[in-house]
């Protein structure tokens, strides 16, 4: 939820100007940068020779190194108990679950679920959401966006180029027209910050939300 969220915030920012250009130009400007988009997602899950994607495979070795802390007691050969510190976890394998709620909020192995899996000699590949690996990342994005030609090469049926197009003949509101999206109220209180990158030169803009921040420069 937290990278739809994120995405969602700078596709936003990203064609934010485009939505001042003409219909034509705005659609054209939007199949490009699928186009774009959709390529360098392709080659990015080409490039990955893991059993799941990168950004989710770096946070499963995270949570690889978490485990290795913990202590496992085992209640039955599904059921574990994971003591971390001074807190325990129940881990159910069968029905993989954790008492952390993590496992089957994100279907990605828990650090505790990694313990119980390591303390019975099982791989992780089970216990992953198959939306995670790299052959569903692979299926997305292998539809590619199709370049189009010159407009005036374009094979227009007859009717549709008689056709008129007229503009709406509905009445504008008189308050200026909403070029932001609207933000809940918890949102649009937060304090925000901004941030420069000197290594990639671009500006940065978060709040105090995790995991939120939108390049728009």
Known sequence: ????????????????????????????YMRTFIEHW???????AKGTFTYIGKKYNKELEDNKTLSQKMRVRASTDYI???????KRFIVCLQNKRCSCGQFQLDELPCP??????????????NYCSPYYTRESFLQTYEIPVDPLPDESKWNVPQHIAEEVVMPPTGKLQPARPQKQRYKPYDE????????????????????????NTAKIE
């Open 38 to 44: 959709t390529n360098e997602k392709l080659l990015n």
């Open 1 to 28: 939820m937290d990278d739809d969220i994120k995405y969602c915030r700078v596709l936003d920012a990203v064609t934010k100007d485009a939505r001042e250009l003409p219909v034509v130009e705005l659609l054209e």
């Open 188 to 211: 649009a209180n937060t304090k925000k910050y901004k941030l420069f990158c000197s290594n990639t030169e671009f500006i940065y803009y978060f709040s105090a939300f995790p995991n």
């Open 80 to 86: 574990h108990t994971m003591i971390d510190g001074v």
């Open 112 to 125: 505790h679920d990694l313990a119980a899996l390591r303390h019975r000699n099982k791989s992780y590949e």
